[in-house]
């Protein structure tokens, strides 16, 4: 079972990224997801989360109105689309998945995680 993270980069405050986790090994399509970060310093938060039929979504109070995640069940892939990036967004972001149906807000409660990917947005 894998998950892969990708799309992170620099950017421009203002500016967008996508990032994309792709899992493999077994379907995750009973199973909520999200994305975390972790900053210098900081503990790991959940950014955002998904449920297993994207029925549900949550979202940190900082990022709400400028990233979405998503999910696309066939191709076992969640998204996270973040615009009107700000510095204070830098961080290694993770996808997890876990194994239960509902989004839980504790990174102790998902099984399985990707290998981070590095957003760096410069002032």
């Known amino acids: 079972v894998q998950l892969q993270a990708f799309g992170g980069g620099l950017v421009q405050a203002g500016g967008s990224l996508r990032l994309s986790c792709a899992a493999s090994?077994?379907?995750?399509?009973?199973?909520?997801m999200g994305w975390f970060r972790q900053a210098p310093g900081k503990e790991r938060e959940l950014v955002a989360g998904i449920s297993w039929s994207a029925g549900g979504t949550y979202y940190l109070g900082s990022v709400k109105g400028r990233f979405t995640i998503s999910r696309d069940n066939v191709k076992n892939t969640v998204y996270l689309q973040m615009n009107s990036l700000k510095p204070e967004d830098t961080a290694v972001y993770y996808c997890?998945?876990?194994?239960?149906?509902?989004?839980?807000?504790?990174?102790?409660?998902?099984?399985?995680w990707g290998q981070g990917t590095l957003v760096t947005v410069s002032s």
């Open positions: 090994g077994r379907t995750f399509s009973n199973s909520a």
């Open positions: 997890a998945a876990r194994n239960g149906i509902r989004i839980s807000g504790l990174a102790s409660e998902y099984d399985w």
